[in-house]
């Protein structure tokens, strides 16, 4: 499974936009690149899934670079109920999630 | 109308017991999961579950035993608890199991602390 490296932590402040990038230099062909994100005591939660190129929907955009070694999450201007945990992660043809680190967002008031 | 739902929310409990923990799903998911989160937030799957049959058996000690009566419901037992079981079990289920890229969707989570 393709390892993933994203950034410990992120500061923010409300209203801002904040892109997460994070490298997955080892993707495969099949594998598909998502996103979850974790409040505090709860279970992590999809937020978007790309394969290339932009995905959008109502929460984020997810740009995917045409060698798919990296992508970036953008979320458009944040509040602080955005305040989270944002995993990304790699998958295909394997059942298995492999959860990372995870990137911790703080946004300020 | 929770979609994944786990029982107990917390456990506290001595070293050397035997204690269970109950996921539920009413999303008519074909597959369910266990996760450990442990208290550097890292979230690694234990056991997967497809229409009740074992898919997925990562190297967990074998203290801890998944039952799953029906395809709606995995529970997890751990026997002679040991201090360094204490952490956040979720539980996920997703439609089919059958690809790294469908959604899985996450209980709240059962906070277990071994004393």
């Known amino acids: 499974l393709a390892k993933t490296t994203q950034p410990i932590s992120m500061d923010s402040y409300e209203g801002q936009e904040v892109n997460i990038t994070c490298s997955h230099n080892n993707i495969a062909t099949n594998d598909y690149i998502t996103w979850y994100q974790q409040f505090p005591s709860q279970g992590p939660r999809f937020i978007i899934q790309?394969?290339?190129t932009k995905v959008t929907n109502e929460v984020a955009s997810l740009f995917i670079p045409a060698d798919r070694k990296s992508s970036t999450l953008s979320l458009p201007r944040v509040s602080l109920s955005d305040t989270a945990v944002y995993y990304c992660?790699?998958?295909?043809?394997?059942?298995?999630?492999?959860f990372g680190t995870g990137t911790r967002l703080q946004v300020f008031p | 109308d929770t979609a994944v739902s786990q029982t107990p929310k917390y456990l506290v409990t001595q070293m050397g017991n035997d204690k269970s923990i109950k996921c539920e799903q009413n999303?008519?998911?074909?597959?369910m999961y266990w996760y450990k989160q442990d208290s550097k937030k890292f979230l690694k799957i234990m056991f997967s579950y497809n229409n009740k049959e074992l898919i997925i058996n990562e190297t967990v000690p074998n203290r801890f035993s998944p039952k799953s009566p029906d395809k709606a419901h995995l529970n997890l037992h751990i026997n002679s608890l040991e201090l360094g079981d204490s952490a956040v079990y979720f539980c996920?289920?997703?439609?089919?199991?059958?690809?790294?890229?469908?959604?899985?969707?996450f209980g709240p989570g059962t906070r277990l602390l071994v004393l």
């Open positions: 999303l008519g998911h074909d597959t």
């Open positions: 992660l790699v998958g295909g043809s394997e059942v298995k999630l492999i």
């Open positions: 790309g394969y290339k």
């Open positions: 996920a289920s997703s439609p089919t199991g059958t690809s790294g890229s469908e959604t899985q969707y």
